[in-house]
């Protein structure tokens, strides 16, 4: 087995470590794409041990992480929440990686047969994609699901985690690489980038002389834009989540005020954290101030147009910017919209086509929402908080993938494969 790739320092030797780190990785992904169901599951199992034997080693890493983020000045409550590991955080990893090694493995299932009228059968099978560059900033649990979603997928994986975070994730990443030799897979499956050095971001961008397949970012709007200029490589965009909730006229007050509590502020750092709140105006008379006085009492800011800052003088005159706005913190654009024509309009024309909520008991009305409203995922009575794919069953996700071509949505192991035809021919020619 090769030599583990050693961390470097300044730019010097950072083409050679990249290149090489390309080469090993697609070699990694040649021996993924025909293991077996088995022998990923025992890799799998065996990550899911280490963590848990780990956990010490990996909040004390993070607790390094968090200190030098706090003592920058610059961090944000909701920034130092993204970047913290909690002993149920790890252990959420852990129960994740069950979760993704009980899953059916999506390799080699075929999706299509069909037979032609000359007797060829035509069949179209699911295969992995190859190599997945995952670049992402602050959450160091993301080095994990990514890197067992694409275990589980057959795809080696080149993870470049944030600065911030590189304690944390050299922590987790050893965890990984420990199931992988256990279970005799290549530890070049899943490759952490051994260095702070933003130009490895740039190089991973340019595809790393055709070892990287697609690039998966996670981040800000600098890294999405830059991905967005550089990237020489196909892309699962994981666009910002500028999220609505509307509050329909129909919709039961209680349950309102539940989810756009959650939605909001159960973790405001989060891309499924509510944006902005929409609210019907046929009802603003009786449900605005209800809502804005709660948000208001949980601390979080209110900024709204003239009718939401006439319920309580706390509430800010809310700009033109802030309709467009991803907050991730305890901030809220609020706005009265008329009825559910309205709501649809400002989201097709504010929204990032990621994560969006009616609360309605009008059937008619919340069916429109979720036919019309053109975003990943579409909730009907349901906080925008489940944008997760461990909530959508998936184990654990890459990112929410907010384009419209190949995944959707929350990126879990089958959105991780492409396909291929495989045809079965009795020694036909064409005419």
């Given at each position: 087995?090769?030599?583990?790739l050693k961390a470097v320092d300044g730019n010097a030797d950072l ?417």
């Open positions: 087995m090769a030599a583990p083409q050679a470590l990249m290149s090489d780190l390309g080469t090993r990785a697609r070699a990694a992904a040649r021996v993924l794409a025909l293991a077996p169901p088995e022998q990923k599951n025992r890799a799998l199992e065996a990550m899911a041990r280490a963590i848990r034997a780990n956990t010490a080693a990996i909040l004390a890493a993070n607790a390094e992480d968090v200190a030098e983020a706090r003592a920058s000045g610059n961090a944000t409550s909701s920034f130092i929440d993204r970047l913290t590991l909690t002993p149920a955080r790890v252990e959420g990893m852990a129960e994740g990686i069950g979760i993704v090694r009980g899953i059916a493995d999506p390799v080699g299932i075929v999706t299509e047969s069909w037979q032609r009228p000359n007797g060829m059968t035509i069949e179209r099978v699911r295969v992995p994609l190859g190599v997945v560059g995952v670049i992402f900033e602050s959450r160091p649990n993301v080095a994990a699901d990514a890197g067992v979603l694409c275990l589980k997928s057959g795809n080696a994986v080149i993870l470049r985690g944030g600065s911030d975070s590189f304690r944390s994730c050299r922590a987790i990443h050893e965890c990984l690489v420990q199931g992988l030799r256990e279970a005799g897979l290549p530890e070049a499956a899943i490759t952490l980038v051994p260095t702070r050095d933003r130009a490895a971001v740039g190089m991973m961008l340019s595809g790393l002389n055709g070892a990287i397949d697609v690039i998966v970012p996670r981040g800000g709007k600098s890294l999405v834009a830059r991905v967005e200029q550089e990237a020489r490589v196909p892309v699962f965009a994981h666009l910002e989540g500028v999220n609505h909730v509307y509050v329909d006229a129909s919709a039961d007050l209680a349950m309102a005020k539940s989810i756009v509590l959650n939605a909001k502020m159960r973790r405001t750092g989060v891309c499924g954290a509510a944006e902005t709140l929409l609210v019907d105006r046929a009802v603003a008379g009786k449900t605005l101030k209800p809502l804005v006085e709660m948000l208001l009492d949980a601390g979080c800011e209110v900024r709204g147009d003239e009718t939401v800052q006439g319920t309580d003088a706390r509430v800010k005159p809310a700009s033109a910017e802030d309709w467009d706005t991803e907050y991730l913190d305890a901030i809220i654009a609020a706005k009265v919209v008329d009825g559910v024509d309205g709501a649809i309009a400002h989201i097709q024309n504010h929204g990032s086509h990621h994560t969006d909520a009616i609360v309605s008991t009008d059937e008619t009305a919340a069916k429109r929402f979720l036919s019309e409203v053109d975003s990943a995922i579409v909730l009907h009575n349901a906080s925008t908080q489940f944008a997760d794919g461990g909530e959508f069953g998936f184990g654990a996700e890459i990112g929410i993938a907010t384009g419209r071509f190949h995944a959707r949505g929350p990126v879990g192991a089958e959105q991780l494969t492409s396909f291929k035809y495989r045809v079965h021919g009795t020694g036909q020619t064409r005419p």
